[in-house]
């Protein structure tokens, strides 16, 4: 008998979605940062064994738009309680109330619901069993409730086997090999998003998109193009840096783990470019792969 189903990840911004979603499958997909809004984009991450195959999906954080951008964030959320064989709601320790709104939607969910407690390392005893009666309070309907560490993998193994033993019967929707829908272009422009995040502050990365314009690929080296998408020149000149020393970094960071991800060597090449208003502009959120 072969298990097979949809299980997508949500919860606030920062309690540790893609990082659950990173360890469940055994394979660094979703890009982690230790700042909000990391996750932009929807990422299906699958694992697959002869008795089951689970495709989880990552989600950006839930948040109150304040761009399109965000608009066009939050419907991946909305999409996902729709499309679900099963949903996981992740929370914190220290977390004690959850959006309205998700609430609600979360009340008329008719699969199982997991409640996630993360960062229980970060916690005691006393602490996580106060929570633990919050939520069951909370939520009623909950399937489970399971305190986890995924930076610490704790409890890892005990979260999988109570998935699996709520999916469907049927059989894999996707190869066995295959580690996620989106294809090498996509985690190229992650990757550098990544760098971006960790190496410049405030609003810089949040009005940053990047976009590969060409990839040359052969047998030993990959030549790599990419834009970065800013919205002022000021911003511009952030990215680059005192004599280009940011963008050098930014640039080396990158151009390593794309290495390591493809396996070979690669050149990567960075441009910078304005784009005054990509967060709001239809067409260009289209461009960047947000939407449908
Ligand atoms: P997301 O925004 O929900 O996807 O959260 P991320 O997976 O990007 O993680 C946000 C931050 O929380 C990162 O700095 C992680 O390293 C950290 N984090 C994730 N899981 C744990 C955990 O179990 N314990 C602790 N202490 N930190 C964690
Ligand atoms: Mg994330």
């Given at each position: 008998?072969h298990?097979?189903g949809f299980v997508?990840?949500?919860g606030?911004?920062?309690v540790?979605?893609?990082?659950l979603?990173n360890?469940l499958?055994?394979?660094d997909?979703?890009?982690v940062?230790?700042?909000?809004?990391t996750t932009?984009?929807?990422?299906?991450?699958i694992v697959?064994t002869?008795e089951?195959?689970?495709?989880?999906s990552?989600?950006?954080?839930?948040l109150?738009?304040?761009?399109?951008?965000?608009?066009?964030?939050?419907?991946?959320?909305?999409?996902?309680f729709t499309?679900?064989?099963?949903?996981?709601?992740?929370?914190e320790?220290g977390?004690?109330?959850t959006d309205?709104e998700v609430?609600?939607k979360?009340?008329?969910l008719n699969?199982?619901?997991?409640?996630v407690?993360?960062k229980?390392d970060?916690?005691?005893?006393?602490?996580?069993?106060m929570?633990y009666?919050?939520?069951?309070?909370?939520?009623?309907?909950?399937?489970?409730?399971i305190?986890?560490?995924?930076?610490?993998?704790?409890?890892?193994?005990?979260?999988?086997?109570?998935?699996?033993?709520?999916?469907p019967e049927?059989?894999a929707y996707?190869?066995?090999?295959e580690?996620?829908?989106?294809?090498?272009?996509?985690?190229v422009?992650?990757?550098?998003r990544?760098?971006?995040?960790?190496?410049?502050?405030?609003e810089?990365p949040?009005?940053?998109?990047?976009?590969?314009t060409?990839?040359k690929d052969s047998?030993?080296i990959?030549?790599?193009?990419?834009t970065i998408?800013?919205?002022r020149?000021?911003?511009?000149?952030i990215?680059l840096?005192h004599?280009?020393?940011a963008?050098?970094?930014?640039?080396?960071?990158s151009?390593?783990?794309?290495e390591?991800l493809?396996?070979?060597?690669?050149?990567l090449d960075?441009?910078?470019?304005?784009?005054?208003?990509?967060r709001?502009?239809?067409n260009?959120?289209?461009r960047?792969?947000?939407?449908?």
């Amino acid at each position: 008998m072969h298990k097979s189903g949809f299980v997508n990840i949500i919860g606030k911004p920062n309690v540790g979605k893609s990082t659950l979603m990173n360890k469940l499958i055994k394979q660094d997909l979703s890009i982690v940062t230790h700042k909000a809004q990391t996750t932009r984009h929807r990422i299906k991450g699958i694992v697959s064994t002869d008795e089951y195959q689970i495709v989880f999906s990552d989600t950006p954080g839930i948040l109150k738009p304040a761009y399109k951008l965000h608009a066009k964030m939050m419907e991946t959320i909305d999409h996902s309680f729709t499309d679900a064989d099963l949903v996981i709601l992740v929370v914190e320790v220290g977390e004690k109330k959850t959006d309205e709104e998700v609430l609600k939607k979360i009340k008329k969910l008719n699969v199982p619901l997991f409640l996630v407690i993360n960062k229980i390392d970060l916690s005691d005893q006393e602490k996580l069993e106060m929570i633990y009666e919050f939520w069951k309070t909370a939520l009623p309907s909950v399937t489970e409730i399971i305190p986890i560490s995924a930076l610490e993998n704790f409890n890892m193994d005990v979260l999988l086997n109570k998935i699996v033993a709520c999916l469907p019967e049927g059989p894999a929707y996707f190869a066995k090999d295959e580690m996620s829908d989106r294809n090498e272009r996509f985690f190229v422009t992650e990757i550098i998003r990544e760098k971006i995040l960790l190496n410049y502050k405030k609003e810089i990365p949040y009005s940053t998109e990047v976009a590969i314009t060409d990839f040359k690929d052969s047998k030993d080296i990959a030549r790599i193009y990419a834009t970065i998408y800013v919205l002022r020149e000021s911003q511009k000149a952030i990215i680059l840096g005192h004599k280009g020393e940011a963008i050098k970094r930014t640039g080396t960071q990158s151009r390593k783990k794309i290495e390591a991800l493809l396996g070979k060597k690669v050149h990567l090449d960075l441009t910078i470019k304005i784009s005054d208003n990509w967060r709001e502009d239809e067409n260009q959120l289209k461009r960047f792969g947000y939407g449908n």
